[in-house]
């Protein structure tokens, strides 16, 4: 079976058009024929959140949708927040607070945190652990990434 | 880790997506938000040849109030706006609290209710919350539709009343009335886990204070939403008295239950949770039912 799919799908602002299989997971597409490595795969069934992407805005798990469902909707990775230059104030924060250490997970803690930011700037201590009860860190880093949420909440909101 | 290949519909009318499951029928799966279908799909548990995606079907999503004082959800309506809706929460606020228990903040983004129940799976929270608030679904196919009662659409592990050819597209809950009171409490290992086990109770008061009406309906305790029957026959008619209580939540959980063992808990241990579980929903319920002023002694 090699029914292709033709996928048009604008990531991080810019629009793509593929011919994708069906059954090519929305995270692949995304690394391997756009190159954004950016999205990590961890567990690939819904459990790490590492591949944590935005789909029209709303966090979603890059690994529990095909790339064929993104026809026509906008997805953000963790490359559309911000760049090298300037960093999102959630990089900026997650940086100065030792918010990570491998960074494997970082890019889907970022994802989630920034539509969660733009939805709730203000957020209590509890609203913050729901927000990333989603995503797996194993270096042990939930303390400094909380800190760098509430760091990050209270510059944007500045 | 990665799904087998499958041919891939994206109708954007019910219609549409009916005449793919006539077509198709047994090698045919709707998809709907995804998240229990894609990861079975990538451990190739399911290997459906033919997937009809709904998620491009508008007239699949809304939330609405009924005739009579109740809602109606499209079955494509996601969990997170299910959760915001300000309907759900003043007419059903039991499905209100279920939604804060379902996956985590990103599957919330995108499974939906009809999604969940056509899964089937025991230990869903909307499934037991719709068996206890005597909910009912709207089946369609080509041939025409009905409507099957929550506690009769479960039929088994992952397995309801469906035919192949059917699609699950509306999902009615009554009103929770007045005098009424309401629990839902689970025990998981961490938030967002998959329950242990957990109960949803539903209670209604005559005017004299007595249980006019009890339903208690336990997740991951048996092949299905299980309805502790027993218990809620000693309920009714009676005052809801601390002992009473207890004694129901005993029933409840020796007679009405069947749970499993496995890695995460042993059946005994299940057993031990649901009496404990029981006696603190229904002491809950019962004070929501009395307007908080009660006192059932807990």
């Known amino acids: 079976m090699n029914n292709l799919f033709n996928l048009s799908v604008t990531v991080n602002g810019t629009l793509y058009e593929r011919e994708v299989e069906p059954r090519l997971l929305l995270s692949d597409f995304l690394r391997h024929d756009l190159g954004l490595t950016g999205t990590h795969v961890g567990c690939e069934h819904g459990v790490c959140g590492a591949c944590t992407i935005q789909f029209d805005g709303e966090p979603a798990r890059s690994c529990l949708m095909f790339a064929v469902m993104a026809d026509g909707h906008n997805v953000t990775t963790v490359e559309g927040l911000g760049t090298i230059d300037k960093l999102h104030p959630l990089q900026e924060a997650f940086k100065e607070e030792h918010g990570l250490q491998c960074g494997f997970c970082t890019p889907g803690f970022l994802t989630t945190l920034a539509a969660f930011l733009e939805e709730n700037p203000d957020p209590s201590e509890e609203e913050i652990r729901e927000a990333i009860s989603g995503n797996l860190c194993r270096c042990t880093g939930y303390q400094h990434i909380k800190e760098s949420v509430k760091t990050a909440a209270e510059r944007m909101r500045a | ?298």
Not at chain 2, 119 to 136: M, Y
Not at chain 2, 206 to 218: L, P, Q, T
């Open chain 2, 1 to 298: 880790m990665k799904p087998p290949p499958f041919e891939y519909y994206a109708p954007t009318t019910v219609e549409e997506a009916l005449a793919g499951l006539a077509e198709h029928g047994y090698d045919a799966k709707p998809l709907a938000g995804g998240q229990s279908l894609i990861p079975m799909m990538n451990f190739r548990l399911a290997q459906p040849s033919v997937l009809i995606d709904l998620n491009n079907i508008p007239e699949l999503a809304y939330i609405r109030p009924d005739e009579n004082g109740g809602v109606l959800l499209g079955a494509m309506s996601r969990h997170k706006t299910v959760g915001n809706d300000a309907l759900i929460a003043a007419k059903v606020p039991l499905v209100h609290e279920a939604i804060k228990n379902i996956g985590t903040p990103q599957i919330r983004t995108r499974g939906t209710f009809g999604g969940s129940l056509s899964h089937a799976d025991p230990s869903a929270e909307l499934a037991t919350v719709s068996v206890a608030l005597n909910g009912r679904f709207k089946l369609r196919s080509q041939k025409g539709e009905r409507w099957v009662q929550a506690n009769e659409f479960f039929i088994g592990s992952f397995t309801s009343a469906l035919e192949p050819e059917e699609l699950l597209v509306e999902i009615n809950l009554p009103c929770q009335p007045e005098h009424s009171g309401w629990s839902l409490v689970e025990v998981a290992r961490r938030h967002n886990d998959f329950a242990l086990i957990g109960v949803a109770a539903v209670v209604e008061l005559d005017g004299n204070g007595n249980c006019e009406r009890a339903r208690m309906v336990f997740l991951s305790a048996g092949d299905r939403p299980m309805e502790a029957v027993q218990a809620a026959g000693l309920l009714n008619g009676q005052k809801p008295t601390a002992d009473i209580i207890q004694a129901a939540a005993d029933k409840a959980a020796s007679a009405d239950i069947d749970p499993g063992g496995d890695i995460h808990a042993t059946a005994e241990f299940r057993r031990h949770l649901a009496k404990v579980l029981s006696r603190r929903a229904l002491h809950e319920a019962f004070k929501r039912a009395l307007g908080g002023i009660g006192n059932t002694n807990e």
